[in-house]
């Protein structure tokens, strides 16, 4: 019964536009971006290199723990980041672990730009971290934005940024790699 009645009612969900509308932003259809996030994003990122710029440097001499706070990403950073535990580049080697709570954590690792309800959020983290309180962008989007809100010791470009640049920030940023 259900299921005649589900294929008279044939699709309802709302199909994506095959021609341009003018009342979808244009970035949605700009099929030139060659970013992975596959043109979800309506931000405009213009960083494509896979740069690392790390402004302080805090040597540890135990494991580290990062927490990671998504305050309005368009997913593709989190999938390069969950990377970051795979076989492929294994961070727990290394001594870099992931937590689920800011309070246990080491370094904050932001990602995606920030939505307004998002910003109390990303501050209250901040918060509760314990010191030294390490903040690290990874993204255009966080790289972008994060700044204005908290201090930020470390960035990461690309959109969506690399893992393996990822890990070279981590290293560089407690002091466990020099290049
Ligand atoms: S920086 Fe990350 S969140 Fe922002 S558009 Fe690129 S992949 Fe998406």
Redo the contacts with the bound molecule.
Sequence with gaps: MWLAKGLKRGTITTKFPKEEDKSIPKSLYDKDCG???FNS?M?G?EERDDEIEVRRKIPFNKSVHIFVLDVG?????NREISLLGAPQYDMNRLGFFFTPVPRHADILLV???PTEKMIPVLKEAYEQMPKPKIVVTA????NEKIEKIIKVDARVS???PQPIAILKALLMLTGRWNP
């Design positions: 970013f992975s996030c994003c931000n990122c990403s368009c997913s593709s950073c990602i995606g730009e993204g255009a989007c966080a690309g959109c969506p």
